[in-house]
Structures are given as C-alpha cells and as structure tokens.
C-alpha cells in the first residue's frame, strides 16, 4: 500500500513538472561575490561596456519536454547585460580594485562581450540533467593606448528529479562562479603586468 501511495505522489509530481514545461519561467539568479582583495594594482579600472552578443537573446534557457524537445523559454528577471554588469563592479569591488567614475581620466576601460549564457536540460527518464554555459570575452584599454583582450569560457552541470526554477538556476550560479575564477585572476595579472611594462601571458594584443 505505501509502494502505491509513494508511487501515486511520484506520479503527480511528475505531471505536475510536465505542465511546467510548457510554461515559461522568469529566472532570478542569487548571486554573490568569490574574490579575494589582490594587491599591487592601482590604476582605477571603469568597465564601460557590457554587449549582449547572444544569438539567443533575449531568453537564457530552454525547457525541454518528455521527448526532449524544447517546450519552454527560460528568461532573466533584469536584461542580462545590467546584470552582468552588476555582477562584474561586485567581483571587482570584492578584488580590492578601485572603480572609476565616468568622469575620471587616466583609468584603464573594461568592455565585455557576452557570447553565450544559456541552460538547457537534457531529459531522460527519472531524471534531468541540466547544463549551464558561460562565454564572455574581455577587452582591456589602458591609457597609453595599448589593448588586450581575452575569451573565457566555464560549463556546468547538475541533476534533478523533479526540475524547479532553482534547479535550472543552481548549474548557471556555478558557471558563473567558474568563469569569474578565471576572468578575475587574469583581469587582475594583466593590470599588474601593464603597470610594471611586463609582457600579457595569455591575452591577445589589439592593434588599430
């Protein structure tokens, strides 16, 4: 009797989720802060552009029904550059780096371009694994006119049984955090090595 109850409400459940992903979901992604105060930079660092370069825009995310096709559109609650944006003056702010006003001469440009920002579930029976994925790529400005710039890229992953806004969330929070372990560490070596004239390991030089 307990077999077939547990069974029934497992069955429920399961229309349940299947109804909601026909439906599509408004995401909001909670967010915080993983640098660590770095040292030896000075130079005050504006980021002066975000581009949302997606071919998918404006939607983050697909639901995928029983069958495995697409079902449903994932989105963001705020446009995603804002909020990428936002997530990056954090993550430098936390890095000890200073922030630049607008007005404020002799600080080095930041522009980031968003090429891919997506979760898509892969559905099979009993379970859905749910993949995220985070490409964005820098470009750096200094004030003696040199520029550098860099692609990151981090993918995660994670499984769900019954999936909810939070389990297609929780993946693209981790992509998230692998990309800024990436992006911020290197942000940060180049802004040291420019400052003592050294050579960009790993960063591209951009001529005019």
Partial sequence: MKIMVKNLVLGVAWLQIAGCTLIDSTLSIDYQPLSKPFSGVETPVFLSRV???RPERPRIGCKKNG???ESADLLLDV????WFAG????EMRAAGLKLASPEETGAVLLEVKIEHFFIEPDVSFGTVEIYAAVVAELKVFFPDGKAFRRRFAAYEHASSMLPTDASYTEPMRLALEAWVR?????LHS???RQAGQEQAW???RMWS
């Fill in 51 to 53: 581009e949302d370069a």
């Fill in 182 to 186: 990436q992006a911020l560490p290197a």
């Fill in 67 to 69: 069958y495995g096709s």
């Fill in 87 to 90: 997530m990056i003056n954090q």
């Fill in 79 to 82: 446009p995603l550059e804002m």
């Fill in 190 to 192: 180049l802004l040291a």
């Fill in 202 to 204: 790993g960063w591209t």
